[in-house]
């Protein structure tokens, strides 16, 4: 499992470079099975979630090489509906395969999907939408069998716009006789990037990043080659530590449209933003200021990926700060291990106060999730003297190993 141990108070200069989005490169290598002909995806991160769905299409019969940053997947060999129960229980975004194998082989199993755990994320709209479709859905044994063998075309209203349903639905209908409609859709990029991605294999999406999706089912789909887009919750998560550690940090390879709920709070944290040509500057001196108030919100609005992160940041902040969190019911669990460190928050149901304190010191802490890891590494790398953090296998799931990333940027961090 490992563990992180950073000796913090150093300011970060330099630049980092943002590789491929966790949340479209794995959306992207479920819909790679839609094609019987190779795909290829630059600029894939070397982190553990995108091991394990490798793992899953192994499994299934694809073929898949990886060199660097480049995944190739040929899944010409395809021979199993059945997603492997051990790899899916690690990953929720195995749930994606269920569209695209419903697509493909006209069935897909699976055991409920793995993941983080901060808080209750039913399915019910996954499979409410693929029952509209006409998909049979059996749910017995921890486990959902689905059979697609009379699916067809349907106008579908999502309860929520949950990201994953949306992305689900999409792909489930690419093959289907007909005009499919998706309302109340997600809008985030990533979803747009999925659209882009199948067009670019033949299909006939439109209407992502608004709240209707329409999918005309075309008769097959080609090989890509395909670039996602970068990961904004990674900018983001270091766009937060320049501000706690201070310093000048540009990162590289990144659209500032799509972090512009982060980017309108981090000026009122003392901060200047230079974005510009993919790039983003963050230029930070001395103790922010509090931001008052930040709740997540369904994309365009704050994301819930990004929370953790900024109750760090209003952990070393002049003032005081509430943070509401509407999306995920357990988020705050990183809160008990910052106030390890000396930070002064109160939970109250979706609500925590932070009221800034002027240092945090080092501490042994945990990481719980993922974005709380990551939380914990801000926390630390900006605290005085030295701190710990166990349970990193979290922070790998979205993270390629910061030992080897962050001392480029003058972090002193390493992996035992």
């Not at 996954?126 to 689905?146: Q, S």
């Not at 510009?276 to 500057?281: E, L």
Request: net charge neutral; aromatic share 4%; proline share 5%.
């Amino acid at each position: 499992m490992g563990k992180y141990i950073i000796e913090g108070g150093r300011g970060l200069y330099g630049s980092l470079t943002i590789k491929g989005a966790k949340n479209s490169v794995l959306t992207l290598l479920a819909a790679s099975i839609l094609t019987p002909e190779k795909v290829v995806l630059h600029g894939c991160p070397d982190i553990g979630d995108v091991a394990v769905m490798l793992r899953i299409l192994r499994k299934l019969g694809c073929k898949v090489e990886r060199t660097d940053d480049i995944v190739e997947i040929d899944s010409s060999g395809l021979h199993s509906y059945k997603i492997a129960c051990d790899p899916a229980k690690e990953l929720r975004s195995s749930v994606f395969m269920l569209g695209s194998l419903l697509s493909r082989l006209k069935r897909a199993k699976a055991v409920y999907p793995g993941g983080c755990d901060i808080g209750l994320r039913p399915i019910d709209i996954h499979l409410a939408g693929l029952r509209e479709l006409g998909v049979t859905v059996g749910e017995r044994h921890g486990h959902i069998d689905c059979d697609g063998t009379n699916a067809e075309p349907a106008d579908i209203m999502l309860d929520l716009p949950s990201v994953g349903a949306t992305e689900n639905l999409m792909m489930a209908c690419v093959f289907l006789n007909g005009v499919s409609i998706l309302r109340n859709c997600a809008k985030e990029p990533e979803i747009v990037d999925l659209q882009n991605f199948l067009n670019a294999m033949g299909a006939k999406v439109r209407g992502a990043g608004g709240s209707v999706i329409t999918v005309e089912g075309v008769k097959r789909l080609h090989g890509v080659e395909y670039t996602p887009i970068p990961d904004r919750i990674v900018a983001g998560t270091w766009a937060i530590g320049a501000v706690m550690c201070g310093g000048k940090l540009t990162l590289e390879n990144v659209i500032p449209e799509h972090l512009s709920s982060l980017l309108a709070k981090l000026p009122k944290s003392s901060c200047k933003i230079y974005p510009r040509d993919g790039k983003i500057t963050i230029e930070s001196k001395g103790r922010p200021r509090a931001v008052p108030k930040t709740e997540t919100m369904y994309y365009p609005g704050f994301p819930t990926d990004l929370q953790a992160q900024m109750t760090a940041l209003q952990s070393v902040s002049d003032g005081t700060a509430v943070i509401v969190e509407n999306i995920f019911e357990t988020r705050f669990r990183s809160a008990v291990e910052l106030c390890k460190m000396g930070a002064n928050i109160t939970v109250s149901g979706n609500t925590a106060v932070v009221r800034g304190v002027p240092e945090l010191y080092g501490s042994r802490v945990v990481a719980t999730d993922l974005r709380g890891g990551a939380s914990l590494v801000l926390a630390a790398a900006a605290a005085s003297g030295r701190s710990e953090i166990d349970e990193i296998h979290h922070i790998d799931r979205g993270y390629e190993d910061l030992a080897a990333i962050l001392p480029q940027v003058g972090v002193d961090i390493k992996r035992e």
